[in-house]
């Protein structure tokens, strides 16, 4: 079985979800997951596919997120260890698949972090075109900010892959700027 492609989760989460705010999501986070393959020199390409398709099932079973993943993903052919990776997504939350890899900790991480980054990009005129570390940081210590965003799953996925917040941080604005447009995170017109 071939390698989850980015055209090929694009085309599964299509068929399952039409919801603007969960596409946009989704290509937050298949952005962020992008950089954090780059900085941990591993498969952008399929780290983008894992990160675009992590939320195939939420439009429909919202209340039950994760619990039909792997029935939409087992009937389109995607490989174990893919649905594996997407499952652990919601570690401790909605799954109890624990993140190994890490393609998974990072995917478990970026998820709730790029929330704050996109909230926070969409109150700069400049959006994330030039945003810094320092200023995604300081939302992030305001609980109220973006408050659905849960920091305690940003700061365990620290943890587990070893790296410090503003580092994790920067990677995933990095990743995002790349796909300031498709966002609506561009700068905004004077």
Not at 153 to 166: A, F, R, S, T
Request: with cysteine; aromatic share 6%.
């Amino acid at each position: 079985m071939s390698k989850l492609s980015l055209a090929r989760a694009q085309e599964i989460l299509h068929k399952n979800c039409d919801e603007p705010g969960l596409l946009l999501h989704a290509t937050a986070v298949s952005a962020a997951m992008g950089a954090m393959a780059e900085h941990f020199e591993a498969d952008k390409e399929y780290w983008q596919a894992i990160g675009y398709l992590h939320d195939v099932d939420y439009q429909h079973y919202p209340e039950e997120h994760l619990q039909h993943t792997e029935a939409i993903l087992t009937a389109e052919g995607v490989a174990e260890e893919d649905i594996r990776a997407i499952l652990s997504h919601g570690w401790g939350i909605c799954s109890d698949v624990e993140p190994q890899s890490l393609l998974e900790k990072s995917l478990f991480t970026v998820d709730e972090l790029t929330g704050i980054i996109m909230a926070a990009a969409l109150m700069r005129p400049t959006g994330i075109s030039d945003m810094e570390v320092s200023s995604a940081n300081k939302k992030f210590k305001d609980k109220r900010f973006a408050a659905k965003c849960d920091r305690e799953v940003i700061k365990k996925g620290c943890e587990m892959l070893g790296m410090d917040l503003k580092e994790v941080m920067a990677i995933t604005i990095a990743g995002m700027k790349e796909q300031m447009d498709a966002l609506g995170l561009g700068p905004k017109d004077a």
